[in-house]
């Protein structure tokens, strides 16, 4: 699934890793930078997404699409569809030019809009991916979880990095008794839980 990815994928995810890797050396402002997940973080929630029970796969968070072109990769493998949520009207763009150009809208619907507003009409969910303003994860842990369909997956981004904006909903997911839960230190930390 990663020895092969097609090219324009991977000529745009290498794109989105310098915008990125400028965005944070270059004094652009918090709100605007990318601030998308590093390559083996992709490849980690492919990995997940992948194996995966039936149902359907939430990404909330889009930024520019980095992350969802992982996923996508991992939908096309297992012939499934992700919707993915941006609230930011700038990301959107870029989001929309990402999924245009690399050819993924077969497998990739994409939502600009709070997903506070559309997250409670998903049910039978495989797979979520949280990876926005931390303000949101809380809720949308609270909102997913009821929804997950056994052993579905639940991935947070930033479990470590952002363990003190988050710590609240953590110490909740690794206390629920309707998950099993983890915190795996790659990167900048993930929240993994597995619907029982």
Request: hydrophobic share 40%; with cysteine.
């Amino acid at each position: 699934m990663f020895q092969n990815i097609p090219k324009p994928i991977l000529n745009r995810m290498r794109l989105l890793e310098e915008i990125d890797r400028q965005d944070r050396i270059d004094g652009t402002p918090h709100i605007q930078r990318l601030r998308q997940i590093p390559p083996e973080t992709g490849k980690f929630i492919a990995l997940l997404a992948a194996t995966a029970p039936p149902g359907q796969y939430v990404e909330i968070g889009t930024s520019a699409g980095y992350s969802t072109l992982w996923l996508a990769l991992a939908c096309r493998l297992t012939q499934r569809r992700i919707t993915t949520f941006e609230i930011l009207d700038a990301k959107a763009e870029l989001a929309r030019d990402t999924f245009r150009l690399t050819g993924v809208s077969d497998v990739v619907d994409f939502v600009c809009g709070d997903v506070r507003d559309h997250l409670s009409g998903y049910k039978d969910i495989a797979f979520c991916f949280i990876d926005g303003l931390s303000e949101v994860y809380s809720e949308c842990y609270e909102t997913v979880v009821p929804n997950l369909v056994p052993g579905g997956i639940l991935v947070a981004d930033n479990a470590v990095s952002h363990e003190h904006e988050l710590r609240s909903m953590l110490e909740n997911a690794l206390n629920d008794p309707r998950v099993d839960a983890l915190i795996v230190p790659i990167c900048k930390g993930e929240l993994v839980c597995r619907k029982i």
